[in-house]
């Protein structure tokens, strides 16, 4: 069973870029499709983007289009956010989610890690 860990969260200002990462340890990441989410106070997860398990295939959500890129290095066993341009609305904590396809859906991933707080401040 895989073990994912995020990294990368912070308080920045409008504007900035950050870069979140999501180590996996515990069996080899690209035997499996992985995600990134983000779940603000008070609302539901919401889906930011998936990507295949060779790399090859993303999709990233209407909101961060143009914005966030999502990417993998197998053979570092890590996924990546690259976050630039960031509003004051992308503040939340983000996960990254490993699973046997890719999908939109939080129930389709059945590992998760315990997230990273990011907060952008106008």
Excluded at 31 to 52: D, N, T, V
Aim: a positive charge; hydrophobic letters at 30%.
């Amino acid at each position: 069973q895989v073990q994912l860990v995020e990294s990368g969260g912070g308080l920045v200002q409008a504007g900035d870029s950050l870069r979140l990462s999501c180590a996996a340890s515990g069996g080899t990441s690209s035997s499996y499709a992985m995600g990134w989410f983000r779940q603000a106070p008070g609302k539901e997860r919401e889906f930011i983007a998936h990507i295949s398990r060779g790399g090859s295939t993303t999709r990233h959500a209407d909101s961060v289009k143009g914005r966030f890129t999502i990417s993998r290095d197998n053979a570092k066993n890590t996924l990546y956010l690259q976050m630039n341009n960031l509003r004051p609305e992308d503040t939340a904590i983000y996960y990254c989610a490993g699973g046997s396809g890719p999908g939109t859906r939080a129930s389709v991933y059945p590992y998760w890690g315990q997230g990273t707080q990011v907060t952008v401040s106008s």
